[in-house]
């Protein structure tokens, strides 16, 4: 399934969705675009040491922080499934 | 009981007081009695687009440093009896009020309106600070692009930041044949994204540029865009209104447009 979908031609309105989806995670974590590619890339291989990743369609990674006023806010970073 | 809106965006360009002008003339088309507020000091915009320019004889500033009364410096939109117009001064700058006296002035003002909406200034610094200090509630209008919808989820956790809870979101400038090829994000994509409610979505029309031109608003005309812009308005009302379908109307305006280029 994975491979028909990266077999299929990305439209600019998908690379459009990941490129913001990786910008805004970045500005998040404060690094750079780069940066996360690679935490997302190392996310997944210790991952794959322990569960079956290929067999995953989405994996989601909840930063949860405390604001000021006490209300918690959760951001969601996909790791896989773009 | 008076809700102050402020409508903002972070990115400029995206359609704040298109969005504004249009929201004000909805709700007043309803009855409502409603008053825009333009907080964009030194860059007015709200005026012209909705023909009064020719009307300010007071500003926004000239009220809060008391030069005049309110009621001096309220325009009347003689098209709709209900809706008024508070414009900014353009000789001045953001730094010419603060976010205590934006929220006095709207506490003023609260008695006399059923909504009060203020079009927010571009950027996150103090003009954005003084239109979020009085407000209520949010509108976040952005377009499909990355860009804009970057800049949407920042101001999304400034004005969470600040403790405005209620905020939901106008995706402007939607063209369904490009999300159909899948050259533009889908509005799906954009609510996924940013995780806000949606208020409206708003076809990329030329009718909104015409309208514009003549110094009117689209809401209640026949335009697709325009009727966009009634059911936000009856949403904000607490109506549910179920979403337009843009694809049917711009395939069908498609069609029209090539079958008159076929005759001329």
Same mark, same amino acid.
Request: a neutral charge.
């Given at each position: 399934?994975?491979?028909?979908?990266?077999?299929?031609?990305?439209?600019?309105? %998908?690379?459009? /969705?990941? /490129?913001?989806?990786?910008?805004?995670?970045? %500005?998040?974590?404060?690094?750079?675009?780069?940066?996360?590619?690679?935490?997302? /890339? %190392?996310?997944?291989?210790?991952?794959?040491?322990?569960?079956?990743?290929?067999?995953?369609?989405?994996?989601?990674?909840?930063?949860?922080?405390?604001?000021?006023?006490?209300?918690?806010?959760?951001?969601?970073?996909?790791?896989?499934?773009? | 009981?008076?809700?102050?809106?402020?409508?903002?965006?972070?990115?400029?360009?995206?359609?704040?007081?298109?969005?504004? !002008? #249009?929201?004000?003339?909805?709700?007043?088309?309803?009855?409502?009695?409603?008053?825009?507020? &333009?907080?964009?000091?030194?860059?007015?915009?709200?005026?012209?687009?909705?023909?009064?320019?020719?009307?300010?004889?007071? #500003?926004?500033?000239?009220?809060?440093?008391? #030069? $005049?009364?309110?009621?001096?410096?309220?325009?009347?939109?003689?098209?709709?009896?209900?809706?008024?117009?508070?414009?900014?001064?353009?000789?001045?700058?953001?730094?010419?009020?603060?976010?205590?006296?934006?929220?006095?002035?709207?506490?003023?003002?609260?008695?006399?309106? &059923?909504?009060?909406?203020?079009? $927010?200034? !571009?950027?996150?610094?103090?003009?954005?600070?003084?239109? $979020?200090?009085?407000?209520?509630?949010?509108?976040?209008?952005?377009?499909?692009?990355?860009?804009?919808?970057?800049?949407?989820?920042?101001?999304?956790?400034?004005?969470?930041?600040?403790?405005?809870?209620?905020?939901?979101?106008?995706?402007?400038?939607?063209?369904? &044949?490009?999300?159909?090829?899948?050259?533009?994000?889908?509005?799906?994509?954009?609510?996924?994204?940013?995780? !806000?409610?949606?208020?409206?979505?708003?076809?990329?029309?030329?009718?909104?540029?015409?309208?514009?031109?003549?110094?009117? !608003?689209?809401?209640?005309?026949?335009?697709?865009?325009?009727?966009?812009?009634?059911?936000? $308005?009856?949403?904000?009302?607490?109506?549910?209104?179920?979403?337009? #379908?843009?694809?049917?109307?711009?395939?069908?305006?498609?069609?029209?447009?090539?079958?008159?280029?076929?005759?001329?």
């Amino acid at each position: 399934m994975e491979r028909i979908r990266s077999l299929k031609p990305k439209t600019s309105g %998908d690379i459009a /969705r990941i /490129r913001l989806e990786q910008t805004i995670a970045s %500005d998040y974590l404060e690094c750079s675009s780069e940066q996360f590619q690679n935490m997302q /890339r %190392d996310i997944l291989e210790i991952l794959s040491r322990y569960i079956n990743v290929k067999a995953t369609k989405e994996i989601r990674l909840n930063l949860i922080q405390e604001l000021k006023q006490g209300v918690p806010y959760v951001k969601t970073i996909q790791i896989k499934g773009l | 009981m008076c809700e102050v809106i402020v409508v903002t965006s972070g990115k400029g360009g995206v359609g704040k007081t298109t969005s504004t !002008a #249009n929201i004000g003339t909805g709700l007043a088309r309803m009855n409502k009695k409603v008053v825009l507020i &333009d907080t964009d000091i030194g860059l007015r915009n709200l005026d012209v687009v909705m023909g009064l320019e020719n009307r300010i004889i007071y #500003n926004l500033v000239d009220v809060v440093e008391g #030069n $005049c009364r309110i009621r001096q410096a309220l325009i009347k939109d003689k098209r709709y009896p209900t809706l008024y117009l508070l414009p900014a001064a353009q000789t001045r700058d953001k730094s010419a009020v603060s976010p205590e006296q934006m929220r006095k002035l709207a506490d003023d003002l609260k008695p006399i309106f &059923d909504y009060i909406i203020l079009d $927010c200034p !571009a950027g996150i610094e103090q003009g954005f600070r003084n239109a $979020c200090a009085a407000a209520d509630r949010a509108i976040v209008v952005t377009t499909p692009e990355v860009s804009a919808i970057r800049d949407a989820d920042r101001i999304i956790g400034l004005l969470e930041a600040d403790g405005i809870k209620n905020i939901s979101l106008i995706i402007n400038r939607i063209r369904m &044949d490009m999300v159909k090829r899948g050259d533009m994000m889908s509005v799906e994509d954009v609510i996924d994204i940013l995780g !806000a409610d949606l208020l409206g979505a708003i076809p990329d029309e030329e009718a909104i540029v015409v309208a514009s031109n003549h110094g009117e !608003a689209v809401a209640g005309t026949e335009s697709v865009s325009g009727q966009a812009y009634i059911n936000i $308005c009856r949403r904000l009302e607490g109506e549910t209104v179920p979403l337009l #379908n843009l694809e049917h109307s711009v395939s069908m305006k498609k069609r029209l447009s090539s079958f008159f280029k076929k005759k001329a």
